[in-house]
């Protein structure tokens, strides 16, 4: 079974500074996706970015961008110049290539202060 | 184009009684997936239905658990003789397809068991 760690409960910003969340996987698989999700406290599930494991290159999203290190089996989100809308729960999640349900992590609380 | 839409927003019932969640994909979407997000935890999957069809229910409990997604009308999540551990927020999501695509989530029922 895939297994989604993401090992930070909580973390905190400064608007306008630059924050890494991290995600770990475990997985047998070669072939597959994985996503960030953002539940700002109105708990609506919004996706902010998806890489698919073939492509070395990382995605990026505007502000949002991953560092996936397939090897390690990461998938880090780098959050660039924070404001305050992005103080939200950021879930990580895998789907298998073949599959269809998403493996969620627990989610780290962002705040970001002013 | 409206997005994934669920009714109730909000949802509570007494010990026994029944709960009935509603979900409309996005247009243009065949396929539903149900998650279940209990306090302070990630999303876990239940169910994934196409029109007229449950193609996996493997993350939904066996007893009092339904889900169904007819020709016409919205999906149906329906919890038998609910408990207070049913207690927890419930999304639906949608995708066109099923091989990569994305799943867009709806805003989530709060179910609330006294």
């Known amino acids: 079974a895939q297994t989604v760690t993401q090992s930070q409960p909580e973390m905190s910003v400064q608007e306008a500074e630059t924050v890494t969340l991290s995600c770990t996987y475990d997985t047998s698989e070669s072939d597959y996706y994985l996503f960030w999700y953002k539940q700002p406290p109105s708990r609506q599930m919004i996706l902010v970015i998806r890489q698919e494991a073939y492509k070395q290159q990382n995605a990026t999203e505007n502000r949002f961008s991953v560092n996936f290190q397939k090897a390690a089996k990461s998938f880090s989100l780098k959050i660039s110049d924070s404001q305050l809308g992005d103080a939200a729960m950021y879930f990580c999640a895998y789907r298998r290539n073949s599959g269809y349900a998403l493996n969620f992590g627990k989610g780290t609380s962002l705040l970001v202060t002013p | 184009n409206a997005g994934v839409m669920q009714n109730p927003r909000h949802l509570v019932r007494r010990r026994g009684q029944e709960a009935r969640l509603r979900c409309s994909p996005m247009?243009?979407?065949?396929?539903v997936y149900w998650y279940r997000q209990l306090p302070e935890e990630g999303l876990k999957f239940m169910v994934y239905?196409?029109?007229?069809?449950?193609?996996?229910e493997s993350g939904m409990p066996k007893e009092r658990f339904s889900a169904e997604f007819p020709k016409e009308g919205p999906s149906i999540l329906r919890i038998q003789q609910v408990v207070r551990g049913d207690s927890a927020a419930y999304f639906c999501?949608?995708?066109?397809?099923?091989?990569?695509?994305?799943?867009?989530f709806g805003p989530g029922t709060r179910l609330l068991v006294l």
């Open positions: 247009k243009g979407h065949s396929h």
């Open positions: 999501a949608s995708s066109p397809r099923r091989e990569q695509e994305t799943q867009y």
């Open positions: 239905l196409q029109k007229e069809n449950i193609i996996d």
